[in-house]
């Protein structure tokens, strides 16, 4: 299959035709690079055969690339303009033949095949943060240049709630790059560096400069790579150690003992749970790693109900 990606000409033209003008709302900054694209499918390792989903696919410049790759797509957007535009370019650039689909939980879904019947590109018209099921063969692999103003949301979204992902390389604003990326410790080091440890380890491969954008964004960006590793080992709902580490962060600058007064009952609540999981009452959350957090809401959730703690965050 012959693919071609699209460059910043075609991308405007497509825009324009389409009446489509990138909104802050929607966090939309397209990808006018096609180095860019191959750059971020090639620190991905996709594989040809691999199903992969992509939040966001706006225009369809990674879309086209993941295809290039011999990846099979299953993409989610919000617009609706553009979900009905992305078959069609698709369609002009890899030569697939578009085709309707069952709805999945009332989202409308268009799949697009090669010339065997293959499906190689599903087009699920939703909101991402809604979408609890996906057609066809479940994603092994997240790639993505994620709307800025939901990046951190939709990802421990779809790490959540599709454990078929083994893998992912999305593109974020720099900042929450380093912040998903963040070891116990360091300045960044906080809510999202927590959460994601909790599913994957993240580092950053790569930032990723303004001029690739349209329309250019007032922020640098970065990519992150995340490979699945298994959760802390924990008595503690998964709902109940984000709880705690909530409630760790709300106020940055107080102690554990104090941070966690409210969700354990009382400041002398803390502090022995604290003791008991091993970490210092005196100390902040910047410092603690998500085992840590796991074991201080296994002591506090011991005589509650799973999910308990969650209704006393901040």
């Given at each position: 299959?012959?693919?071609?990606?699209?460059?910043?000409?075609?991308?405007?033209?497509?825009?324009?035709r389409a009446g489509v003008r990138p909104t802050k709302t929607l966090g939309?900054?397209?990808?006018?690079?096609?180095?860019?694209?191959?750059?971020?499918?090639?620190?991905?390792?996709?594989?040809?055969?691999?199903?992969?989903?992509?939040?966001?696919?706006?225009?369809?410049?990674?879309?086209?690339?993941?295809?290039?790759?011999?990846?099979?797509?299953?993409?989610?957007?919000?617009?609706?303009?553009?979900?009905?535009?992305?078959?069609?370019?698709?369609?002009?650039?890899?030569?697939?033949?578009?085709?309707?689909?069952?709805?999945?939980?009332?989202?409308?879904?268009?799949?697009?095949?090669?010339?065997?019947?293959?499906?190689?590109?599903?087009?699920?018209?939703?909101?991402?943060?809604?979408?609890?099921?996906?057609?066809?063969?479940?994603?092994?692999?997240?790639?993505?240049?994620?709307?800025?103003?939901?990046?951190?949301?939709?990802?421990?979204?779809?790490?959540?709630?599709?454990?078929?992902?083994?893998r992912g390389l999305v593109m974020v604003q720099a900042e929450v790059a380093?912040?998903?990326?963040?070891?116990?410790?360091?300045?960044?080091?906080?809510?999202?560096?927590?959460?994601?440890?909790?599913?994957?380890?993240?580092?950053?491969?790569?930032?990723?400069?303004?001029?690739?954008?349209?329309?250019?964004?007032?922020?640098?960006?970065?990519?992150?790579?995340?490979?699945?590793?298994?959760?802390?080992?924990?008595?503690?709902?998964?709902?109940?150690?984000?709880?705690?580490?909530?409630?760790?962060?709300?106020?940055?600058?107080?102690?554990?003992?104090?941070?966690?007064?409210?969700?354990?009952?009382?400041?002398?609540?803390?502090?022995?749970?604290?003791?008991?999981?091993?970490?210092?009452?005196?100390?902040?959350?910047?410092?603690?790693?998500?085992?840590?957090?796991?074991?201080?809401?296994?002591?506090?959730?011991?005589?509650?109900?799973?999910?308990?703690?969650?209704?006393?965050?901040?």
């Amino acid at each position: 299959m012959s693919v071609t990606l699209l460059g910043p000409a075609e991308i405007r033209a497509l825009a324009e035709r389409a009446g489509v003008r990138p909104t802050k709302t929607l966090g939309q900054n397209f990808v006018l690079d096609a180095g860019t694209v191959r750059k971020i499918v090639r620190q991905a390792d996709v594989e040809p055969g691999q199903r992969v989903v992509e939040v966001g696919p706006g225009l369809g410049s990674l879309t086209l690339g993941l295809l290039e790759a011999g990846a099979d797509v299953v993409a989610v957007e919000i617009d609706p303009v553009l979900a009905r535009l992305l078959p069609q370019t698709v369609a002009e650039h890899a030569g697939l033949t578009p085709s309707a689909a069952e709805p999945v939980d009332d989202a409308p879904v268009t799949v697009l095949r090669d010339d065997e019947g293959r499906e190689r590109l599903t087009v699920v018209t939703s909101d991402a943060l809604a979408v609890r099921r996906l057609p066809g063969a479940a994603p092994t692999a997240l790639v993505a240049n994620l709307p800025y103003n939901v990046s951190v949301p939709v990802l421990l979204t779809f790490l959540e709630r599709f454990e078929s992902l083994q893998r992912g390389l999305v593109m974020v604003q720099a900042e929450v790059a380093d912040r998903l990326a963040a070891p116990p410790g360091s300045r960044t080091y906080g809510v999202p560096s927590a959460k994601t440890a909790w599913y994957a380890a993240a580092r950053r491969t790569a930032t990723v400069g303004r001029s690739v954008f349209w329309p250019v964004p007032n922020v640098d960006s970065a990519l992150v790579r995340l490979d699945r590793r298994e959760p802390p080992r924990t008595t503690a709902a998964r709902e109940d150690v984000f709880a705690v580490v909530d409630a760790a962060f709300a106020q940055r600058r107080k102690m554990l003992r104090s941070a966690l007064a409210g969700i354990a009952g009382s400041a002398e609540a803390a502090q022995a749970a604290l003791q008991e999981a091993g970490v210092d009452p005196q100390a902040r959350g910047e410092t603690v790693d998500v085992e840590g957090f796991a074991r201080v809401a296994e002591r506090l959730s011991a005589s509650r109900a799973p999910g308990d703690l969650a209704q006393w965050g901040p």
